[in-house]
């Protein structure tokens, strides 16, 4: 089988990483070799950089909050992702990838549409998911989820309800190949066996 680079996205608190985790589970049980990862992040500079954006003591323009996100996405994809799926036999799960920078730094922030895609193409090389799970939720269900788990919100998360209003509404209309909308308001168990449903059809079309 050739690797295949699926990616977990969705408003704040929309379920991504209890999904990811799920999914990651259901595919080692079924004999796949799985890689799991998260964005910003993923290797030691990829870290550092998410620490420095995600830090709500520091503050950063648009584009140096971009410039952030596609250093460690190029860092992550050059190292750990484009290696994986080169060697093939691997699933690749992200929490997180490009589509989180056209809903945050486009839709949310504002910032060039044109220039924001040709610059994520430099950070990737061109590569891209073959699926990507999108977590369909109204941004108050997500904000209450995470204000239960009584963690102190990030810089991200510290931005006024427009700007989430604005990145939940880009995540709701994305669209093209290989985006599937899941509804993410049910409980988890029933989002992880209607997501598997997609994934093991993706899977048993590429095997
Ligand atoms: N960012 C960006 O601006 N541009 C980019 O290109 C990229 C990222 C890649 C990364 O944060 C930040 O980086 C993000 C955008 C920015 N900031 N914001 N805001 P992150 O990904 O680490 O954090 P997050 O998106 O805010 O995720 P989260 O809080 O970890 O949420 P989640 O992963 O979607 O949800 P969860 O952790 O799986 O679940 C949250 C809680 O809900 C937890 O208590 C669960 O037990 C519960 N849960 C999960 N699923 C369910 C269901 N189905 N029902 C009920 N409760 C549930």
Known sequence: MQGLFVVVEGP?????????????GRLREAGHRVLEVREPGGTETAEAA???VLDPDKQWSPAAELFLILAARAELVQQVIGPHLDEGGWVVLSDRFELSTEAYQIAGRGLPREEVLAANRLATGGLGPDLTLVLDIPPE??????GAQGKSPDRMEQEDAALHDRVARAFREAG?????HLDATVPAERLESDAWEVLSARLDGTQ
Do not use: D, H, S, W
């Open 176 to 180: 093209g190949p290989g985006v599937v």
């Open 141 to 146: 269900i997500g904000r209450e989820r995470q």
């Open 12 to 24: 704040e608190g929309a379920g991504k990483t209890t999904l990811v985790e799920g999914l990651a």
């Open 50 to 52: 998410r620490a420095l």
